[in-house]
């Protein structure tokens, strides 16, 4: 293997080196470590004292290493802002519980195959951001709608077939992204949704949205492509905001007010 060389011991970039464990140089310089990013390396495990050692780690990246669980050491990594474990091999968190961050905000889970979220998930009360893209799962779940900070959800390429009435519990959502499920309808309580200002839900199975989507007077583009809504089942369109712009077969003459 070739000689690896860091540059920058704050932004720390050893991505496909095909390392198998944490280089000397780095151990050195944990505590500098603000950015991490080890994808694409053959480690399944990550030393326990170089996590201890890295206090001032924000940004951790651990996508395509075909991880199948989280290293247990990783929960010793604080305090974290931004987690990703993307395009991995994950089915549930059962190795290592992420509850001891609470300052997490932002969590990469997409192309996995998970199937549900562990008890803990409310309390990452910190989260923001949350991407569970192309994973297993079908329902949304409740821990997910107990997330209060949370603004942007990215649920899209499950096998979901409807939106809890819970969803209406977020109360600062404002990007909502569900393309490729099996969605059929939206609940009532979907217009709790007062900061909703972005919502994708092209390639599901919706036939009418119903009056609900009126009721979010902060939405500002709605995605609906590929879905079966008729013109002649959407006479609510007209009453959304003046600034929420409709993209998908839905913008024809007989939707203009």
Not at 91 to 111: I, R, V
Not at 210 to 222: A, F, K, Y
Request: hydrophobic content about 45%.
């Amino acid at each position: 293997m070739a000689q690896v060389t860091i540059n920058s011991f704050k932004n720390v970039d050893l991505e496909g080196q095909m390392l198998v464990t944490i280089l000397i140089a780095a151990h050195k310089n944990a505590k500098k470590v603000v950015s991490l990013k080890l994808s694409r390396n053959p480690m399944l495990e990550i030393p326990l004292n170089f996590f201890q050692s890295c206090t001032s780690l924000l940004n951790l990246c651990l996508s395509y290493m075909t991880l199948k669980s989280i290293p247990k050491s990783v929960c010793h990594a604080l305090p974290l802002w931004q987690l990703d474990f993307s395009s991995n091999r994950l089915s549930m968190f059962k190795e290592a519980s992420l509850n001891w961050n609470t300052q997490l905000q932002m969590l990469c889970l997409q192309n996995n195959r998970i199937e549900g979220l562990l008890w803990y998930f409310p309390w990452l009360r910190g989260l923001t951001t949350l991407n569970i893209n192309n994973n297993k799962f079908h329902a949304l779940l409740p821990v997910l709608c107990m997330l209060k900070a949370l603004t942007d959800l990215n649920v899209s390429f499950n096998m979901i077939s409807c939106l809890l009435d819970k969803i209406g519990h977020l109360p600062c959502l404002a990007w909502l992204v569900v393309v490729g499920n099996q969605i059929a309808s939206l609940p009532d309580k979907f217009r709790n949704l007062s900061m909703l200002r972005k919502m994708d839900m092209c390639w599901n199975c919706i036939m009418a949205l119903g009056s609900v989507v009126t009721m979010l007077e902060n939405l500002e583009q709605l995605l609906v492509d590929h879905n079966a809504v008729q013109a002649q089942s959407c006479t609510w369109a007209p009453r959304l905001p003046l600034h929420t712009d409709i993209v998908g077969h839905l913008t024809c003459e007989a939707l203009k007010p």
